[in-house]
């Protein structure tokens, strides 16, 4: 493929192989997204509830600050099949080469990776609320159920949205994880949008396509971030 304007764009969105690679990460970025932003504020809530917020807060952050290849390397091993992860659930599952299994292994990596950055993005939130909200709520006779519906939740929405977009992007720009332990398979069935511009540029030397999926990739940050900002406007 050449560098020829809109014939690449015409191209590559009709590739097989491009639709796959978009779905795919597209379906990383929900199962990172919306189970991340809600298990990150569940745990965020019992962590600002209880005396040592500091000890379980670097407990969950600890991989974070670990590289993606030494994450992927320590799930490479968990996943196998004599792996921790069978073991602890009395299983015999082929996680990483299962086509029932291989994305949601991912998703759980992910999660792993990244859950203790929205954590603490969630305790920055709730502890921005102040406390003389809930004082008044008590005083006028809410339980904490309705402190949570009425308080937390209306104020901390804007904080959990952001979790989202950021979850969002980190699915996006996901590469490490996927092509470290499933290299894309089985099949194409992991292969993600940022593998798939690798491979076009560094092994089908393809620049022109790989460009344009670039180009289309950046083009979903940025409307995924202009829907973040929208919401956010709208605050009151």
Same mark, same amino acid.
């Given at each position: 493929m050449k560098f020829n304007g809109l014939e690449n764009y015409k191209s590559v969105l009709g590739d097989s192989d491009f639709?796959?690679?978009?779905?795919?990460t597209l379906k990383l970025g929900l199962g990172l997204a919306l189970p991340g932003?809600?298990?990150?504020?569940?745990?965020?809530?019992?962590?600002? =509830? /209880?005396?040592?917020? *500091?000890?379980?807060?670097?407990?969950?952050?600890?991989?974070?600050?670990?590289?993606?290849?030494?994450?992927?390397?320590? #799930?490479?091993? =968990? &996943?196998?099949?004599?792996?921790?992860?069978?073991?602890?659930?009395?299983? *015999?599952?082929? #996680?990483?080469?299962? &086509?029932?299994? =291989? $994305?949601?292994?991912?998703?759980?990596?992910?999660? #792993?990776?990244?859950? /203790?950055?929205?954590i603490v993005i969630s305790l920055t939130g709730l502890r921005g609320i102040s406390?003389?909200?809930?004082?008044?709520?008590?005083?006028?006779?809410?339980?904490? #159920?309705?402190? $949570?519906?009425?308080?937390?939740?209306?104020?901390?929405?804007?904080? $959990? $949205?952001f979790i989202g977009i950021v979850a969002t /992007?980190?699915?996006?720009?996901?590469?490490?994880?996927? &092509?470290?332990?499933?290299?894309?398979g089985p099949g194409s069935s992991t292969r993600v949008l940022a593998s798939l511009i690798y491979e076009s540029s560094f092994r089908s030397f393809d620049f022109g396509a790989s460009s344009t999926m670039a180009m289309v990739l950046l083009t979903l940050a940025l409307l995924i971030s202009s829907v973040q900002f929208a919401f956010l406007r709208t605050r009151p």
């Amino acid at each position: 493929m050449k560098f020829n304007g809109l014939e690449n764009y015409k191209s590559v969105l009709g590739d097989s192989d491009f639709r796959t690679a978009l779905a795919t990460t597209l379906k990383l970025g929900l199962g990172l997204a919306l189970p991340g932003t809600l298990i990150a504020f569940v745990v965020a809530i019992a962590i600002n =509830a /209880g005396k040592k917020t *500091n000890i379980f807060t670097s407990i969950f952050f600890a991989p974070v600050i670990y590289p993606p290849v030494v994450s992927a390397f320590i #799930w490479s091993a =968990a &996943y196998r099949g004599d792996g921790f992860v069978n073991k602890i659930l009395g299983t *015999n599952i082929e #996680w990483l080469t299962s &086509y029932k299994w =291989a $994305l949601f292994s991912i998703v759980l990596v992910m999660l #792993w990776t990244n859950l /203790g950055f929205y954590i603490v993005i969630s305790l920055t939130g709730l502890r921005g609320i102040s406390a003389s909200y809930y004082e008044a709520a008590s005083i006028d006779g809410a339980n904490r #159920w309705k402190q $949570l519906r009425w308080i937390t939740l209306p104020l901390i929405k804007p904080v $959990l $949205l952001f979790i989202g977009i950021v979850a969002t /992007g980190d699915a996006l720009q996901v590469f490490t994880q996927p &092509y470290l332990l499933t290299a894309g398979g089985p099949g194409s069935s992991t292969r993600v949008l940022a593998s798939l511009i690798y491979e076009s540029s560094f092994r089908s030397f393809d620049f022109g396509a790989s460009s344009t999926m670039a180009m289309v990739l950046l083009t979903l940050a940025l409307l995924i971030s202009s829907v973040q900002f929208a919401f956010l406007r709208t605050r009151p």
